[in-house]
């Protein structure tokens, strides 16, 4: 029944949910990525010790486990559409927020948020996939992921030797999910599955 809801759906259709959940993943990475090379700007923008990294990754890893754990509940009640939808909006909210954070406490509760729309997109996206999507494709998903976490670091790097703040890092990242929020968006049709499909 899977394969041929496939291919009614047809190659365009597959070929664009295949496109949009790749980016939407590269767009996952970079965070983990920018986060190493920022860190020393940030600590001394606010004054901060080396070591209170940890609770900058406390905040998002909070966020983070919330809605992974709740990503069945969010998927059935939200249905696929919607939970992602909401999860690069939660995205692009957590960077927009560490970007224009204007004290520390700013930073850690726009990280949770970041880390909430992290997990939503991660659980949620990983779920249509295992039902949705062939083997290999998974392992391209996941390939995405790495392709964000190693563009990241190449995106802040010249940031940083420019001496520019930290801050448009976090800027060029919120438009990046701001436009995963815009393609799940154009999409939005293309995301059901069959009744009584999402995971239990």
């Given at each position: 029944?899977?394969?041929?809801?496939?291919?009614?759906?047809?190659?365009?259709?597959?070929?664009?949910?295949?496109?949009?959940?790749?980016?939407?993943?590269?767009?996952?990475?970079?965070?983990?990525?920018?986060?190493?090379?920022?860190?020393?700007?940030?600590?001394?923008?606010?004054?901060?010790?080396?070591?209170?990294?940890?609770?900058?990754?406390?905040?998002?890893?909070?966020?983070?486990?919330?809605?992974?754990?709740?990503?069945?509940?969010?998927?059935?009640?939200?249905?696929?559409?919607?939970?992602?939808?909401?999860?690069?909006?939660?995205?692009?909210?957590?960077?927009?927020?560490?970007?224009?954070?204007?004290?520390?406490?700013?930073?850690?509760?726009a990280a949770g948020v970041?880390?909430?729309?992290?997990?939503?997109?991660?659980?949620?996206?990983?779920?249509?996939?295992?039902?949705?999507?062939?083997?290999?494709?998974?392992?391209?998903?996941?390939?995405?992921?790495?392709?964000?976490?190693?563009?990241?670091?190449?995106l802040m790097t010249p940031?940083?030797?420019?001496?520019?703040?930290?801050?448009?890092?976090?800027?060029?990242?919120?438009?990046?999910?701001?436009?995963?929020?815009?393609?799940?968006?154009?999409?939005?049709?293309?995301?059901?599955?069959?009744?009584?499909?999402?995971?239990?």
């Amino acid at each position: 029944m899977l394969e041929c809801d496939m291919r009614t759906a047809g190659v365009l259709t597959v070929s664009a949910l295949h496109i949009v959940a790749y980016l939407s993943f590269i767009v996952l990475g970079l965070p983990d990525g920018m986060l190493g090379v920022a860190w020393p700007s940030m600590s001394a923008d606010f004054a901060r010790p080396l070591g209170a990294l940890g609770i900058l990754l406390f905040g998002f890893t909070v966020g983070y486990l919330a809605t992974t754990a709740a990503a069945g509940i969010l998927i059935r009640r939200l249905g696929y559409y919607r939970h992602l939808l909401l999860a690069a909006v939660l995205m692009t909210a957590g960077g927009a927020g560490i970007a224009l954070a204007p004290a520390w406490i700013a930073v850690v509760s726009a990280a949770g948020v970041l880390g909430a729309g992290a997990g939503m997109l991660d659980g949620g996206l990983n779920a249509y996939a295992a039902q949705r999507f062939r083997a290999r494709d998974l392992n391209w998903l996941h390939a995405a992921y790495g392709v964000g976490a190693t563009t990241g670091p190449l995106l802040m790097t010249p940031i940083i030797a420019a001496d520019a703040s930290w801050r448009l890092g976090y800027v060029i990242f919120g438009l990046c999910a701001a436009a995963a929020v815009v393609a799940f968006r154009l999409s939005r049709d293309r995301w059901r599955v069959p009744a009584g499909a999402a995971p239990r």
